[in-house]
């Protein structure tokens, strides 16, 4: 019997304890996963005061023990500049380079997934970013090729994407993520694997973690940052790559009726790469999809290193033999 995606997503979160890697990162110093430990009165935890990246890596396919990270400089330079909303400095060299060591000293042989978080570790109780320290932690799990299903059926969202004057969107915050587990639960729970979030203007924004493209006439059409979505990684790189193959990009808003009538829709993100849609609703999308397929190998080729010309998007880790 064939398993639906939606089968395939609620089997991949049966896996209540993920393979964390040995070493993790906190307050300043490497040490023993098991033993990187917060109180429970952080104030992170109750407030939602955090910052957060999620980098992908994975062995070269080419070069023994070597370690190959995406766009690793873009996603410093994201936290950090996301750090600036907390009341926090943190410059990307020094994230850089202590990820690096973090990956070092771990050694992974398998693909994982780095999670760098800024959050405030002070033991207050008032919802504050003044007079409150801040710390700076890393941990990695290991991952499969990809994390999310390679095709999704979604539904629209009866939950609403904040607003940028309600929050800074263009930070990557903990606390935007509490809509987006909200409306992916919402979609799951009335069988669907995928949320697709529309904005307060009746725009569509994007999906619960991810960015969202759709293609119409052989035009590549995603929201545009107006639209109170984050500045996706994944997205720049999707648009740079189809730009640089003759593709027509235009970013703007997009009305729910023109996404039920595209020709491809697909979802993106570090975690999930490329996701295609399959249906949203009852509205089913052709079975072809030729520019979502051209897209996501072009981009695995990217990331595994294997085009030349985005070579200065992949950080290589050469581990001990």
Not at 34 to 52: D, F, K, N, P, W
Not at 230 to 243: N, Q
Not at 287 to 302: N, Y
């Amino acid at each position: 019997m064939n398993t639906t995606a939606t089968e395939q997503t609620a089997k991949a979160g049966e896996k209540s304890t993920p393979s964390f890697l040995p070493q993790a990162y906190l307050q300043g110093s490497f040490l023993p996963f098991e033993q990187a430990q917060i109180s429970i009165a952080t104030h992170a935890l109750h407030y939602g005061t955090a910052v957060l990246g999620g980098i992908r890596s994975l062995p070269s396919p080419s070069i023994s023990n070597q370690i190959l990270l995406f766009r690793l400089d873009a996603h410093c330079q994201r936290l950090s500049n996301s750090a600036k909303f907390l009341g926090y400095s943190i410059t990307s060299d020094f994230l850089k380079s202590t990820l690096l060591e973090f990956v070092y000293l771990n050694q992974p042989n398998y693909p994982f997934y780095l999670r760098p978080l800024i959050y405030t570790s002070g033991l207050g109780i008032a919802p504050r970013l003044h007079e409150i320290e801040k710390d700076f932690l890393i941990y990695g799990l290991s991952v499969g090729s990809n994390l999310f299903a390679p095709e999704v059926r979604c539904r629209i969202s009866s939950w609403c994407r904040q607003e940028d004057r309600s929050q800074p969107l263009r930070g990557k915050l903990s606390a935007s993520y509490i809509a987006s587990a909200l409306a992916k639960t919402e979609a799951v729970n009335s069988g669907f694997d995928e949320a697709i979030m529309m904005n307060s203007q009746g725009k569509i924004s994007e999906a619960s973690g991810m960015n969202l493209f759709l293609v119409r006439n052989g035009e590549l059409i995603t929201p545009s940052f107006d639209q109170d979505i984050l500045e996706g990684i994944t997205r720049d790189s999707i648009i740079t790559i189809a730009s640089d193959l003759g593709i027509s990009v235009r970013e703007r808003p997009i009305d729910k009726s023109e996404l039920f009538i595209a020709d491809e829709a697909f979802l993106c993100g570090t975690a999930a790469q490329i996701s295609s849609i399959l249906s949203i609703e009852n509205y089913s999308f052709p079975e072809q999809r030729p520019m979502t397929e051209m897209l996501r190998d072009r981009l695995k080729a990217v990331m595994e290193d294997r085009e030349p010309e985005y070579s200065h998007w992949v950080t290589k880790v050469q581990l001990p033999d």
